[in-house]
């Protein structure tokens, strides 16, 4: 584990690939949390072979960050056997905690990793003080509380644990109809194991009554025309109650989304860095970051959002009916590779064109507009519209533009 000084508080980014892990780092994360091969809660990203997760470890460590690796599934008799040797090639690559929910891994990684802090999974279901006290004498570094308490509710966890025990709780991103994830939805529909790492997510179908004797008539749950997705819970977003957070107790503010895109890992961890540092230079309870800050949670692909659990059971508004998927009013077009004799040089992710407004991301400032002129390809060919995901291309520009800065337009 390194020695860097932990800031207060963390800013935990996801990384489901090396291109996000990196995103993430740039952005300002202060430490990530990114999954292995096997035993992670997240089966759809590409994740980490042993060789990227050294890399990702070493590049992190430079940079003052920290590397938390999930190994939180809910593991059956078979894959036990396993573990040993994904604990000890873990340790090798030098992660800095081990995010587990069962406690026979969490024996196994006391074992065979011991030099490796552990940190407790939200899938684990810590509600209350004693159970957070019982992991801590386990062993345990970290606890990352139930999504379904409140503020209150974990200032009390606070209150009534050593000091030394860190508490982390998720700030952004998806939240779960089930409890802290614990679903067999998936499992009896499509045969896929939510909680080994493969949820199908049918919470976010839409969903119809049918009558038996009736075949292939519908009838919506609700009233709207457009059905009802009953079970569609909206996204978290707590950029506007920092000092709440804090107020707290929480020494980690964890972003949900290893499933996410480098663009989202980038906007997001950029947000609440620049929220939490302005909060820690004006560290007043009427703290309420800029509205730039703000507005940056709209140019992302979002559900609507809400406060979760933190300030009590979400009676009304529970869950949003809408058309079940994101919605989206910005759109990601290319990253900067480089800036020289006054042009910038791009890698292309989705079209753009000759003469359009882009808007500039880079880490700590706010976004600024450039246009697009004298777009050429690589070989230097004029051209009206950079089309091929991936081209390089450039453009005349008069203001220098940071390499890595993030381009982007609205739709």
Known sequence: MQDNKKRFPELLSPAGDMERFYKAISFGA?????????????????????????????????????????????????????????????????????????IG????????????????????????????????????????????????????????????????????????????????????????????????????????????????????????????????????????????????????????????SAYYTAVVTNAYRQAIDGYLNDPSDSYVPEEWILQEMNKVSSREYCTGFYYGHPTENAEIFYDGGYSRSWTFIAEALDYRDGRVYLRQRNRFFEGDALEVLVRGARPYTVTVEDLRDDEGNCIENAPHAMMLCSFKCDKPILKDALLRKAL
């Open 30 to 102: 202060d430490a990530v949390y990114l999954g292995g091969s096997a035993f992670g809660m997240r089966a759809a990203p590409d994740n980490f072979t042993f060789d990227e997760m050294k890399r990702a470890v070493a590049f992190a460590h430079e940079n003052g960050a920290s590397v938390y690796l999930t190994c939180n599934t809910v593991p059956m008799n078979a894959e036990m056997k396993l573990l040993p040797d994904f604990l000890m090639q873990a340790a090798d690559c030098g992660v800095d905690a081990l995010i587990v929910t069962d």
């Open 105 to 260: 891994v969490m024996t196994l990684a006391k074992k065979y990793a011991p030099q490796i802090d552990i940190h407790i999974s939200t899938q684990a279901g810590v509600t209350n003080y004693l159970s957070a006290l019982a992991w801590y004498e386990l062993g345990a570094k970290r606890v990352v509380t139930a999504r379904e308490i409140s503020l209150e509710d974990i200032a009390e966890i606070r209150a009534k644990t050593p000091g030394e025990l860190e508490i982390e709780c998720f700030v952004h991103g998806a939240m779960c109809v089930s409890f802290s994830g614990r679903c067999l939805l998936s499992n009896y529909l499509t045969g896929r194991d939510a909680n080994r790492g493969d949820c199908a997510q049918p919470c976010r179908w839409e969903y119809y009554l049918s009558e038996k004797t009736r075949e292939g008539q519908y009838f919506p749950i609700s009233e709207d025309k457009n059905g009802t997705y009953i079970m569609n819970s909206r996204d978290m977003c707590m950029i506007s109650h920092i000092p709440d957070l804090v107020k707290a107790g929480i020494s980690s503010f964890k972003i949900e989304g290893r499933a996410k």
